[in-house]
């Protein structure tokens, strides 16, 4: 008897050793390196703000490319209802009718698309507003104004130069947020990490509309 116990008191101790080494092993994931297109469509901000909390974005690069309206909207929709994602139905609106013009078969012009992309409207000079808000809050304006060169170039010499990129949101947006140089001469223009990408996208909108 005295045997049989020493034996099972040495079994005990041999899994609690191995447990105690068994110590939980940290698993680190590559940086996210997929971007989602560029659009001026207003579900863009929204997709760029609340779709990489979930998921990386390509799993929406993985989609069948010929996905519709409804297909893409319902996969926002599933997004909300099935794992709670922090959508609301504008959202899922705006993010259906951009990911269906971008990673699908619909396009900007489409009537459908035209009345999903509406849904998260405000009133007029709203967005304005909110930008000017941006400009003020991070300093913009002591380098750019308007109508005329200060430090960086004016925002309508932007908007000029730009008006015929199909990327330039894209790019200002990165010029926004992680800075540049040697596009408007040698002074640097230092990175506004500051500035979420969501909040990048409204003053590039502002911008390129002077």
């Given at each position: 008897?005295?045997?049989?116990?020493?034996?099972?008191?040495?079994?005990?101790?041999?899994?609690?050793?191995?447990?105690?080494?068994?110590?939980?092993?940290?698993?680190?994931?590559?940086?996210?390196?997929?971007?989602?297109?560029?659009?001026?469509?207003?579900?863009?901000?929204?997709?760029?703000?609340?779709?990489?909390?979930?998921?990386?974005?390509?799993?929406?690069?993985?989609?069948?490319?010929?996905?519709?309206?409804?297909?893409?909207?319902?996969?926002?929709?599933?997004?909300?209802?099935?794992?709670?994602?922090?959508?609301?139905?504008?959202?899922?609106?705006?993010?259906?009718?951009?990911?269906?013009v971008t990673y699908g078969s619909a396009h900007e012009k489409d009537a459908d698309v035209v009345a999903a992309s509406a849904a998260l409207d405000r009133p007029a000079g709203a967005a304005a507003a909110d930008a000017k808000s941006l400009l003020d809050a991070n300093g913009c304006l002591a380098c750019h104004a308007l109508d005329h060169k200060v430090v960086g170039p004016a925002y309508h010499d932007v908007a000029a130069r730009y008006a015929s990129d199909p990327q330039a949101a894209g790019r200002l947006v990165d010029s926004i947020r992680n800075g540049g140089a040697g596009k408007w001469g040698t002074t640097p223009m230092p990175p506004m990490s500051q500035v979420s990408e969501v909040q990048a996208r409204a003053l590039v909108d502002f911008i390129l509309k002077q």
């Open positions: 008897m005295q045997l049989f116990l020493a034996r099972t008191w040495l079994c005990v101790l041999a899994i609690a050793g191995a447990a105690a080494t068994a110590a939980p092993r940290e698993i680190v994931l590559p940086p996210e390196t997929a971007r989602l297109k560029p659009s001026t469509l207003p579900g863009a901000a929204v997709a760029a703000e609340k779709c990489s909390i979930c998921h990386s974005v390509d799993y929406i690069a993985f989609q069948p490319p010929n996905f519709t309206l409804a297909q893409w909207t319902g996969e926002a929709a599933k997004m909300q209802h099935a794992y709670g994602a922090p959508l609301s139905d504008a959202e899922v609106k705006v993010i259906g009718a951009y990911l269906a």
